[in-house]
């Protein structure tokens, strides 16, 4: 690994988080470590249900808990273990030391408050400024996050603004109060693809001027390749692959990661139809024996019926594949 | 568990003159006779008149339920066909229907009742119709709405291209959609008729004597004195008229869980 | 947006109108007519109906009885009570304050107690409060008022003697022999204690229904994704509750209490009946009963343009809660 260990800021080890449902216990997410460094940009890609949403609301301590369940063996941010904290403590560390941004940015904000309103509640709320500091905070912050004439915005309500301010206004609650660390949960699927470049732009300005480590949540291989440094591989549950950007798509290692660049359509060569991973991704309430991707792997071994892999390392990557375990008997 | 109840409270009611213990009717003026205490001859007691309140209860139970069950019957026909024509042609014709459900809704429903039985005084079956011509707005505005949506579908594009006339599909397709959640909103219905009936006789102008109901029953307990020295002439119809309202109401929540749990979006 | 208020003023008049037409000709529909209350009487003669008819204009056909009506009553003329022969208007006038008086206490009283109940009912979801407001909903819904009335003077006028059993107040008849009371909260107590058990009365359905709505409406509302954002965001979970979600949840409950109105005059009627409050409800019952249809339409008019009126300040609430209608109006 290249970054030194001083520079992690948030590390996972063997995070687990359950739900309890009516036909059953699903594994969102079924043990997986992450590290991430400061001012990086780590991209969590995969598909839906894969349980990437649930990882990003686990570290957030947002996942509701009857139904569910979060345990981990580490969850520490800047050595501090979230798990220990109580819930008025961890309501301090929320919008303050880590930001949650999500999809949708017309549900996710409150219509009947103003722009101006809510970010202020924010900046009052943890940076103890009175209204009139608050008010002028607020200002900058839309400013940062580039929205033209924030002094009127302030008054705006969530649904006279386009789905790009939005989703900028988003942005600036986020980094209104200087957190080291913003999960982004698919920012920019609803948003058309001209503002999607925009709002990745932003993104990347905020990580450099801001110094601000990203967590990105995408299933859009696009964006991982535009602004993300690392990148995990998630599927149903586990982290199946763990490299720098440019190994990825250079040389993907997981057969799952191979399949996802495959499909991509070619511009170059003609093709008739597009190459598509066989099989479907498994129901999360009966999944496959040993490693979760062997029914649509091309590779499949014995083993890997019979036993999930453990992460390999490979060079400079992380792969959870029996390909790469040395001296195994296949 | 309400269905026992309704079983029980029918069969008294049919079967009243057979589980009397008294005339209802019979007017005592003997000294000893009136404003008993629930006693083993008179279970419930008597009356200021010295009637026997047990068997008035069984007599008013008749009166009572069918009333409630008449004035359902007309408030579904009218709220059902009311409601089916309006979504089913749409258009203007519904938008003035709707304006006009509106405007009906508008005025407490107890007003109107009030002057047409202080007017027209009516019998048994007026009140039942009284009641029933101004409780079919909510009937209508729920059949309306499902209409509204159901004629969109496939099925009703089908049934028109084979030729069937307007009235068949409404009358043979739509409304056997509608019927699970008509026939909750009935037994709603009832719950709230018995309830208006009661609250309708007890300001005197529901049932006349020497017809009486449940709710007449405790307008005459109803003075300060009185109240005071015979309380079971007020508990026993009254709690008759509650129970038998909670137990329609309890029916309606069942049903409705049982058929359709998105029902329950519904407002009332 | 001045528009879509103008459109509600005109359908609101439309209403007024309609009503008051509806009013009208149930009652001349009705065996006797206008005059149903002297039909029945044997001892007055052929010669005093005419007179009479003559005197209250009621020889008229009935349509233009009814411009007339409707003429006298745009400039403010409600006509003679055939009762008492004073004016309708002022006997109207004389008890609605009381009317008001009792229907604003429990209105407030509902509106309290079912948003304090529907917001504990959905933060303590499932719990044993959640389950005991639920079946309390359920049997206040049920409960037939006047009966509970009753009840509830025996209970507390009667057996208890706490609280008086009828009446709006005190009358003081000799001011002489009986100082009149000068320490604020006796006057207070004066006015609330014959409140308390009609207004009451008058709210138990009410709180039934709202309490429900208002638990639903709550736990629709905390499942919205602005919660999460909030609650992402670091905001505290009980300003989450009364500040974020209320604000949302408040809105379709307007829309409810507006439609609910007409259920609180109706309310109204029995109650005033039962605890002998000098209200228009008891006004009401006692003009159906000698069959004053002056009185009858004055009360109608009025009530209707109170519950129009009523509905319209709910619009405006609702705008004022939530900016996307502001907009679109």
Redesign the interface.
């Known amino acids: 690994m290249v970054n030194i260990l001083a520079d992690i800021l948030l590390e996972l080890k063997n995070l687990k988080t359950k739900f309890k449902t009516y036909n059953g216990e699903v594994k969102a997410v079924d043990g997986i470590d992450l590290t991430v460094h400061k001012k990086e940009v780590l991209g969590i890609l995969g598909e839906s249900g894969c349980g990437k949403s649930a990882t990003a609301l686990s570290i957030?301590r947002?996942i509701p808990s009857p139904p569910g369940e979060v345990c981990a063996d580490k969850m520490e941010l800047r050595g501090v273990e979230l798990q220990f904290l109580t819930?008025?403590q961890m309501?301090?560390?929320?919008?303050?030391e880590i930001?949650?941004i999500?999809q949708?940015p017309l549900?996710?904000?409150?219509?009947?408050?103003?722009v101006g309103e809510q970010l202020m509640?924010?900046l009052m709320?943890?940076q103890g400024f009175d209204r009139n500091t608050a008010y002028h905070k607020a200002i900058e912050a839309l400013n940062i996050v580039q929205i033209p004439a924030a002094a009127n915005r302030l008054s705006d309500?969530p649904?006279?603004l386009s789905g790009g301010m939005r989703q900028r206004v988003?942005l600036a609650?986020?980094c209104a109060c200087s957190p080291s660390l913003l999960l982004a949960d698919e920012p920019t699927t609803a948003l058309d693809v001209t503002v999607q470049a925009q709002i990745l732009d932003l993104l990347s300005q905020l990580q450099s001027e801001m110094e601000i480590a990203i967590m990105l949540i995408t299933h859009d291989l696009g964006v991982v390749a535009e602004i993300a440094q690392r990148v995990a591989v998630m599927y149903a549950g586990v982290v199946v692959e763990n490299a720098t950007v440019q190994n990825l798509f250079a040389k993907p290692l997981h057969p799952y990661t191979q399949g996802l660049l495959a499909s991509l359509p070619l511009l170059e060569v003609e093709q008739e139809r597009l190459n598509v991973i066989p099989g479907g991704v498994p129901n999360m309430l009966d999944l496959p024996s040993g490693c979760r991707f062997h029914p649509r792997c091309p590779h499949c071994w014995q083993i890997c019926r019979l036993q999930e892999p453990p992460l390999f390392s490979q060079n400079e990557s992380e792969v959870r594949c029996w390909l790469f375990a040395q001296g195994i008997d296949k | 568990m309400p269905v026992a109840y309704y079983v029980v409270i029918i069969f008294f009611a049919v079967f009243a003159p057979f589980f009397a213990t008294h005339n209802p009717t019979y007017i005592s003026l003997d000294r000893e006779q009136i404003k008993l205490p629930p006693t083993a001859s008179h279970f419930f007691g008597t009356d200021n008149l010295g009637r026997d309140i047990w068997s008035r209860m069984l007599f008013g139970a008749r009166i009572s339920l069918l009333i409630g069950f008449l004035t359902m019957i007309i408030t579904v026909i009218l709220g059902v066909a009311i409601g089916a024509v309006s979504g089913f042609y749409g258009g203007k014709l519904d938008f003035i229907m709707m304006?006009?459900v509106?405007?009906l809704?508008?005025?407490?429903?107890?007003?109107?009742v009030?002057?047409?039985?202080?007017?027209?005084?009516p019998n048994f079956f007026g009140i039942a119709a009284i009641i029933g011509m101004t409780s079919w707005m909510r009937t209508a505005r729920l059949v309306r709405g499902q209409f509204l949506s159901l004629k969109e579908e496939e099925f009703v594009a089908a049934a028109r291209a084979l030729g069937y006339s307007d009235c068949r599909i409404i009358v043979f397709h739509l409304l056997p959609n509608v019927r699970p959640l008509i026939i909750v909103d009935a037994t709603l219905l009832i719950?709230q008729a018995v309830?208006l009936e009661?609250?309708l006789s007890?300001?005197?102008?529901g049932v006349q004597p020497p017809q009486f109901s449940w709710g007449s029953m405790?307008s005459a307990?109803?003075h300060?004195v009185f109240?005071?020295e015979a309380?079971w002439t007020?508990?026993f119809?009254?709690?008759a008229?509650?129970i038998t309202?909670?137990c329609f109401?309890?029916f309606s929540?069942g049903l409705r869980d049982a058929w359709d749990p998105k029902l329950k979006n519904i407002?009332? | 947006m001045g528009n879509r208020y103008l459109k509600r003023l005109a359908?609101l008049l439309?209403?007024l109108f309609?009503?008051s037409l509806?009013?009208f000709t149930?009652?001349e529909l009705?065996?006797?007519g206008a005059m149903?209350r002297y039909l029945e009487n044997p001892k007055i003669s052929q010669a005093d109906r005419a007179r009479i008819a003559l005197r209250f204009g009621l020889d008229k056909p009935a349509p233009v009885r009814y411009l007339i009506w409707l003429r006298n009553t745009v400039q403010g003329d409600l006509g003679i009570s055939l009762m008492t022969g004073r004016p309708v208007l002022t006997e109207i006038l004389e008890r609605l304050p009381a009317t008001l008086k009792l229907m604003t206490f429990s209105f407030i009283i509902s509106l309290f107690a079912a948003i304090a109940i529907g917001i504990y009912s959905a933060t303590h979801r499932h719990s044993l409060g959640d389950n005991l407001a639920a079946a309390c909903s359920?049997?206040f819904?049920?409960?037939?008022?006047?009966?509970?009335g009753?009840?509830m003077?025996?209970l507390f006028?009667?057996r208890l003697d706490w609280l008086p059993?009828?009446g709006m107040i005190t009358p003081w008849f000799d001011p002489d022999k009986y100082p009149l009371p000068t320490r604020p909260f006796v006057i207070f107590w004066e006015h609330t204690r014959y409140l308390l058990m009609p207004a009451t009365v008058l709210s138990l359905s009410n709180i039934g229904?709202w309490s429900r709505?208002m638990r639903s409406s709550m736990l629709d509302v905390v499942s919205?994704?602005?919660i999460?954002?909030?609650?992402?965001?670091?905001?505290?979970?009980r300003k989450i509750v009364y500040k974020?979600a209320l604000?949302?949840a408040l809105t379709p409950l307007v829309t409810?209490v507006g439609?609910n109105?007409?259920?609180?005059?109706?309310g109204a009627?029995?109650t005033e009946?039962?605890f002998a409050w000098p209200g228009m409800g008891r006004l009401?019952?006692s003009a159906?009963?000698n069959?004053d249809y002056q009185v009858?339409m004055g009360?109608?008019i009025i009530?209707?343009v109170l519950?129009?009126l009523g509905?319209l300040l709910a619009d405006f609430l609702y705008a004022f809660?939530?900016?996307?209608i502001k907009?679109e109006g």
């Open positions: 957030m947002l819930e008025k309501s301090k560390v929320r919008g303050n930001s949650m999500f949708d549900s996710a904000l409150n219509p009947t408050f103003t509640e924010l709320l943890h309500y649904h006279q988003m609650m986020a | 304006r006009f509106d405007i809704l508008s005025l407490p429903t107890i007003f109107l009030i002057i047409l039985a202080a007017f027209f005084k719950a309830l009661s609250a007890f300001l005197g102008f405790l307990s109803q300060i109240l005071g309380p007020a508990f119809p009254g709690t008229i509650f309202v909670l109401n309890f929540e407002v009332c | 359908t439309l209403s309609i009503v509806l009013a149930l009652i009705s065996p006797g149903a359920f049997l819904l049920s409960l037939p008022s006047f009966w509970f009753l009840l003077i025996y006028a009667i059993a009828g229904s709505y919205q994704n602005y999460r954002t909030a609650r992402a965001n670091g905001v505290p979970e974020h604000r949302n409810l439609l109105l007409p259920s609180f005059f109706a009627v029995v009946q039962i009401f019952i159906a009963g069959r009858l009360i109608t009530t209707a519950v129009l509905n809660l939530d900016p996307r907009c």
